[in-house]
């Protein structure tokens, strides 16, 4: 079913979470709960939407988890103070003593949230892995305090007049645990002060040479991981500088290197250390402006793959030093493009990351089961840049499937940031597992090949594979392996044309997946699977398109030529 122009390509859920329509219902129920409680009305029934109140507040809190991440702490406070007020029943004057005394203890819990919010807000990681110093990368999770609350306002809700004594109990011990949580998250942020206050003499001390700006979305890992061994073969001190706190926890531990958490502008020149000479950067980030304001430094952009799509030629290169490319083809995209650079502004040092890519085990057509790689990128933050086949997934894996192939199923990272795409990811997940329950077959598909395998573990257990305008269509050149890219933004022709590594590939128009034009074009996938399967026409286009894209570099010089280059300005 085509989905309507004006709809956004984003899962109905995240519109109606976005729109704060939920809360606002629960905001609806608990004040109509307040009204009852006032008239007066039936005990029962207030009880009965007090509690309903309390239950979705937990419900809309945990889908917000879930969801984002997000603090909870401060959320829907007058929907849960509405609901303990009028479940208490404030026009009953005969209460007891030691129950109002428990309301009121709750009640001023509630609205003590948004400042423990507050200070949660301040308490955002600072640093890890520096020589010498202990600090804490975490403090306790301020959503305790939004689930103790609402908890107590559930017990209060319906407990009525029962033990009112243990309802005080409860509320004390609630407003013990708040207290306890901020008091942490403040001695936490006194902890980051703390720290900065020590940060000129450990810049002495370490003399860090050079550093890595990096900010990206949630689940962007990879792009430092391709280059952080490279960049230690420097044999220099440098550290990570991060922009976001989920940016800091995923790589807080995970490469033995000290990390830096700035999250302000004017934070960011703390982590100007005086014997700094270079910052390298792994994407064009918005925040990297925040580093790249600073002269007396060599920005260098490393960029976390090369590929033929619109990204990689931005003008936005410009604003760095130099461009650490692969081979000549990222220097010829700008030319194409129109974008005057300096003489000396690209470096080629080929891509270290492709040193340990296998080469082909044999034809496929003679291969007992061949192995193939459905690899499709994402479909970008705007319409030029959405290249991905995903949207047809399923049937290019039935494809294979088709022809006895054992599948290997690598969406890319950002395939659950649209509607289709996540649907489609999903099916295809559902496929796979299907066939090999049937069949026997060793798919490899999910957390296996998404998480725990790297691309190059895909490349290398694969025999061919199908993908998108992507950097992995320029590595896998390396293995020497057959390919399929599908034409999603143009005809085959115009295909070939816009995306020089296409013509090293064996491209599908992808509107055949859905029936137009079907096994009748030239452009095929079952035409372009014939001829992988057949004498494999292409094997000397793609050689020749792998010194072009990769750099005239011989296999064991790719991370020599790196650090070579890389060692001159640090």
Request: neutral net charge.
């Amino acid at each position: 079913m085509r989905r309507p122009p004006f709809v956004p390509d984003v899962p109905l859920g995240n519109i109606v979470w976005g729109l704060e329509l939920p809360q606002a219902v629960l905001a609806a129920i608990a004040l109509t709960t307040l009204t009852i409680a006032w008239s007066p009305g039936p005990p029962g029934l207030v009880a009965a939407l007090a509690a309903a109140t309390v239950l979705g507040a937990a419900g809309l809190g945990l889908r917000r988890w879930k969801a984002q991440r997000a603090a909870l702490t401060g959320s829907l406070v007058l929907s849960r103070l509405a609901a303990l007020c009028a479940a208490f029943g404030i026009s009953l004057p005969d209460a007891d003593p030691a129950r109002l005394a428990a309301v009121a203890t709750v009640a001023g819990c509630l609205m003590a949230e948004p400042i423990a919010r507050a200070f949660a807000a301040q308490a955002f990681p600072y640093a890890d892995g520096f020589p010498g110093v202990r600090t804490r990368t975490a403090h306790l999770p301020i959503g305790i305090v939004f689930w103790a609350n609402t908890a107590a306002v559930g017990v209060l809700a319906t407990a009525g007049p029962n033990w009112p004594g243990g309802q005080l109990a409860l509320a004390g011990a609630v407003a013990l645990a708040d207290l306890a949580v901020m008091a942490d998250v403040a001695r936490f942020a006194v902890g980051r002060l703390r720290f900065n206050a020590r940060l000129p003499k450990l810049w002495a001390a370490m003399e860090p040479a050079f550093a890595v700006h990096w900010q990206a979305a949630r689940g962007s890992v990879h792009q430092l991981t391709m280059w952080i061994d490279h960049l230690k073969q420097l044999d220099r001190p440098f550290f990570i500088v991060t922009r976001t706190a989920e940016n800091f926890r995923e790589v807080a531990g995970r490469f033995g290197l000290p990390v830096l958490h700035r999250v302000g502008l004017d934070a960011v020149e703390e982590a100007l250390s005086p014997s700094l000479k270079a910052v390298f950067y792994v994407n064009t980030a918005i925040l990297n402006d925040h580093m790249l304001r600073y002269p007396q430094l060599s920005h260098i952009q490393l960029n976390h793959g090369d590929s033929d799509k619109i990204a990689s030629y931005s003008p936005v290169f410009r604003a760095y030093d130099k461009d650490f490319v692969a081979g000549q083809a990222a220097i010829d995209r700008f030319a194409a493009a129109g974008l005057a650079t300096a003489p000396d502004f690209f470096v080629i040092v080929g891509r270290p990351q492709v040193a340990g890519v296998e080469a082909a085990r044999g034809p496929v057509g003679e291969l007992a089961e061949p192995t193939a790689l459905y690899a499709p990128t994402w479909r970008g933050n705007t319409k030029d840049s959405d290249y991905t086949s995903l949207r047809r997934g399923p049937a290019i894996v039935q494809a294979l499937l088709d022809r006895g192939c054992r599948v290997v199923f690598r969406p890319h990272p950002y395939w659950d940031k649209h509607h289709a795409t996540a649907a489609a990811r999903e099916e295809v997940v559902a496929l796979l597992a299907k066939d090999a329950a049937a069949t026997g077959r060793r798919h490899v598909f999910g957390a296996q090949a998404e998480v725990e395998w790297s691309v190059f573990d895909c490349f290398n257990s694969s025999d061919l594979m199908i993908s998108d305008v992507s950097s992995v269509a320029n590595d896998y050149l390396y293995s020497d392996k057959p390919f399929v890219m599908m034409a999603v933004t143009a005809g085959p022709e115009d295909f070939s044309a816009e995306f020089p590594v296409a013509r090293g590939a064996y491209v599908v128009d992808y509107r055949t997946l859905d029936g137009a034009g079907g096994a009748a074009s030239s452009h095929c996938l079952g035409h372009a699977l014939d001829a992988i399967w057949g004498d494999d026409p292409l094997a000397a286009v793609r050689r020749q398109l792998k010194t072009y894209y990769l750099g005239d570099i011989p296999r064991a010089e790719y991370a020599r030529r790196f650090v070579e280059e890389a060692s001159k300005y640090v």
